[in-house]
């Protein structure tokens, strides 16, 4: 069975520049979840979307967006960026139907350079 | 708000030694715990999770847990380390109130050695 995936895989932009990251989640699975991991920190909660909403969102400011599709794909966008925006960005997607207990299963990331 | 340490940046250890990876966690009511193990330029790959019952989990590869509630730990354990094991682990609380966010330690650098 295919995992979480995502693209690209690496992404160079300058600053002031805007991106879209994409997300495929696990088959069957309806929630996903976006993060930041910022080099040498642990990961940090961006977003989390279930069947096509906003289910939470964490302390990030609002040049960072996101959506989520009906096959249940989703897009992060960040505009104006910063380079404290670089960063490896990863999507997680879970079935979102069994509560806090379930398991998040992550993508390889995307690596975005900014500079 | 709920987080978690990691008070080890790098643990150590020889092949065939066991391993332990420290965690300890604060969070408001029932703690929802898992580890996790990064690979260099690799995302996250689910080890094991906490949710109740045993205080002893048994994850993917070997690796186990022990929940500890008077402590607030959860600490990651393998009796004998191999090579292979080293990577980033890191260790998180699901948040009580959103489903799906983690919250993340800063993470530790396993090296095991010949």
């Known amino acids: 069975d295919a995992g979480v995936t995502q693209s690209p895989t690496h992404l160079i932009k300058t600053r002031g520049q805007q991106v879209t990251l994409r997300c495929s989640p696990i088959?069957?699975?309806?929630?996903v979840s976006w993060y930041q991991q910022v080099l040498g920190q642990g990961p940090q909660f961006i977003f989390q979307?279930?069947?096509?909403?906003?289910?939470g969102r964490g302390n990030f400011p609002d040049r960072f967006s996101a959506r989520q599709f009906p096959n249940y794909s989703s897009e992060l966008n960040v505009n104006a960026l910063l380079l404290g925006d670089s960063a490896l960005y990863l999507c997680?997607?879970?079935?979102?139907?069994?509560?806090?207990?379930?398991?998040?299963?992550f993508g390889p990331g995307t690596r975005l350079l900014v500079l | 708000a709920q987080s978690v340490a990691q008070p080890e940046d790098q643990v150590n250890v020889a092949e065939g030694n066991p391993l332990t990876v420290k965690c300890t966690y604060s969070v408001s009511g029932n703690p929802y715990l898992f580890w996790y193990v990064q690979y260099p330029n690799r995302g996250l790959q689910f080890l094991l999770k906490y949710i109740t019952g045993d205080n002893l989990v048994k994850g993917s590869y070997g690796f186990e847990a022990e929940f500890n509630k008077s402590q607030t730990s959860f600490h990651l354990k393998k009796p004998s380390a191999l090579v292979s094991d080293s990577a980033l682990y890191f260790c998180?609380?699901?948040?009580?109130?959103?489903?799906?966010?983690?919250?993340f330690g800063t993470g530790t650098r396993l090296q095991v050695t010949l």
């Open positions: 997680a997607s879970s079935p979102g139907t069994s509560g806090r207990g379930e398991t998040q299963y």
């Open positions: 088959s069957g699975h309806k929630s």
């Open positions: 998180a609380v699901r948040d009580p109130g959103t489903a799906s966010k983690l919250t």
């Open positions: 979307y279930y069947e096509k909403e906003e289910r």
